[in-house]
């Protein structure tokens, strides 16, 4: 079995925030407010995921706006009177401008192994305009040849066009690509039906995956990245 490039997811896969960031729920509460499980679930996964963006997609400006836009749609939802949500909005953001991303232990030396070996490496994000500042923080900018964001490209995964895409950066034909990440739907059907190798990595310390289907196997499953060499 031989592959031409890797794709890797990035959050979850290759790095996480660090431990000082405040999680919505905590800010939420610092308000006098009970944060909604549902409602934050599906303002950051359930219902977004696969969707276009197009037009919010047009310049970084555009982009967070629409994420301001959406944020205060989820305020509204949990209950938040108008006079808060500002605050709010820029409690979260300096939040996680204080949470620095921080790769996992083994993801620069097993970087620098795929590309030892020759292998053309690309990051394609589900994220916010910022994603190549996000790798460069984790200190893995240096270790791969091409990044995309959601962001830039309109698209989330498991939405054909991002696929498209990271096909086309990996510069080599679907089939001799492996793809990398730990959310089913994104990372292993989407793949999956686009043509490539995916490889599901399921960390110990993440939260259970949603979208995966009861009972689901694929033939490649790690729990964390040493396990992908075997397979180069």
């Known amino acids: 079995m031989g592959f031409a490039a890797v794709v890797f997811d990035f959050y979850g896969t290759l790095a996480i925030r660090a431990d000082n960031s405040e999680p919505l729920r905590d800010i939420l509460a610092r308000f006098g407010h009970v944060a909604d499980d549902d409602a934050i679930w599906r303002f950051f996964n359930d219902?977004?995921?696969?969707?276009t963006h197009h037009e919010h997609s047009a310049s970084r400006d555009h982009y967070v706006a629409w994420q301001r836009s959406r944020?205060?749609?989820?305020?509204?939802?949990v209950g938040v009177p108008d006079h808060q949500h500002d605050?709010?909005?820029?409690?979260?953001?300096?939040?996680?401008?204080?949470?620095?991303?921080?790769?996992?232990?083994?993801?620069?030396?097993?970087?620098?192994?795929?590309?030892?070996?020759g292998l053309r490496i690309v990051i394609c994000s589900n994220w916010d305009?910022?994603?190549?500042?996000?790798?460069?923080d984790a200190g893995l900018h240096d270790h791969v040849d091409e990044i995309i964001s959601s962001a830039w490209v309109g698209a989330r995964k498991p939405h054909p066009t991002i696929f498209e895409r990271a096909i086309e950066l990996a510069?080599?034909?679907?089939?001799d690509v492996?793809?990398?990440?730990?959310?089913?739907?994104?990372?292993?059907?989407?793949?999956?039906?686009?043509?490539?190798?995916?490889?599901?990595?399921?960390?110990?310390?993440?939260?259970?995956?949603?979208?995966?289907?009861?009972g689901a196997t694929t033939a490649h499953e790690f729990d964390d990245l040493r396990g992908l060499l075997g397979l180069l």
């Open 47 to 51: 219902g977004f995921d696969g969707t």
């Open 71 to 77: 944020f205060i749609d989820l305020l509204r939802d």
């Open 87 to 117: 605050p709010i909005n820029e409690s979260l953001r300096a939040s996680w401008g204080s949470g620095a991303m921080v790769a996992y232990p083994e993801s620069e030396a097993v970087l620098g192994e795929i590309r030892r070996r």
């Open 129 to 136: 305009w910022d994603l190549r500042e996000s790798v460069e």
């Open 171 to 175: 510069g080599a034909p679907a089939s």
């Open 178 to 214: 492996l793809f990398v990440g730990d959310t089913w739907n994104c990372d292993v059907e989407g793949p999956t039906a686009h043509g490539m190798t995916p490889v599901y990595v399921r960390r110990s310390d993440r939260e259970p995956d949603h979208t995966r289907p009861d």
